[in-house]
């Protein structure tokens, strides 16, 4: 079934460790995301990806990091997580970036970090 | 900055009519996106509009007017499942989507 997949469903994670969230799309979509949401509060874009091989920084980057080297994966490494990182995280795709590009959304990952 | 508003909370009755209003402030405007979200679940695409006016889709429409920073989506014939948050995004100048908060419509029998 094409879709988008995320690992894992959820975790809890000690303050420090390095951390890395798995989005994989079947779709060939050019452009994937990540955002993470929290209560109250947007969506908020941590990092996209236009096309494979190339990566930009969204509203909150900072103390993440991503890589697209191919079409269907675009890991996200938390690399010493703190406990501001608890969210729920969702990787998105669509066909290109642009205008009328839809995003699908994978299942999400809930990520608590004590 | 850049800034997108819509109600917190919304209450209505099944078989009823509800006007979910969104208003934004952003850097550039390519188009403006309504989704919809159940709880514990992903966000999924209800509507797209980049010209004024309403778009319609069966029993959901929404409506836009980009002079005015101003969306609403429309939702008919409610049904118990319509409870869910629904969030209005604006795509920036740099193709970017900038979120509203969301809207929790919460459905009454």
């Known amino acids: 079934i094409a879709g988008i997949t995320q690992a894992p469903t959820s975790q809890i994670l000690a303050a420090g460790r390095r951390m890395t969230l798995r989005c994989t799309q079947d779709?060939?979509?050019?452009?994937m995301y990540w955002y993470r949401q929290d209560l109250g509060l947007g969506l908020r874009l941590i990092h996209y990806s236009n096309t494979a091989g190339t990566t930009g920084k969204g509203e909150v980057p900072d103390g993440y990091s991503v890589s697209r080297a191919n079409t269907d994966d675009f890991p996200l490494t938390l690399a010493s997580a703190v406990p501001s990182q608890t969210s729920v995280y969702f990787c998105?795709?669509?066909?290109?970036?642009?205008?009328?590009?839809?995003?699908?959304f994978g299942p999400g990952t809930r990520l608590t970090v004590l | 900055g850049q800034n997108i508003d819509q109600p917190t909370e919304m209450t209505a009755t099944e078989g009823a009519i509800v006007q979910i209003n969104c208003t934004y402030q952003t850097s550039g405007f390519n188009g403006l996106f309504w989704y919809q979200q159940h709880a514990g679940e992903a966000p999924t695409f209800l509507s797209y509009n980049v010209l004024d006016g309403l778009e319609e889709k069966g029993r959901f429409s929404s409506f836009l007017s980009r002079s005015k920073g101003y969306s609403y989506l429309l939702l008919k014939e409610l049904q118990m499942k319509d409870s869910a948050s629904y969030l209005c995004a604006v795509m920036d100048s740099n193709y970017q989507l900038i979120w509203g908060a969301g809207t929790k419509l919460i459905i009454k029998p």
């Open positions: 779709m060939r979509h050019n452009a």
């Open positions: 998105a795709s669509s066909v290109g970036h642009t205008g009328d590009n839809e995003q699908f």
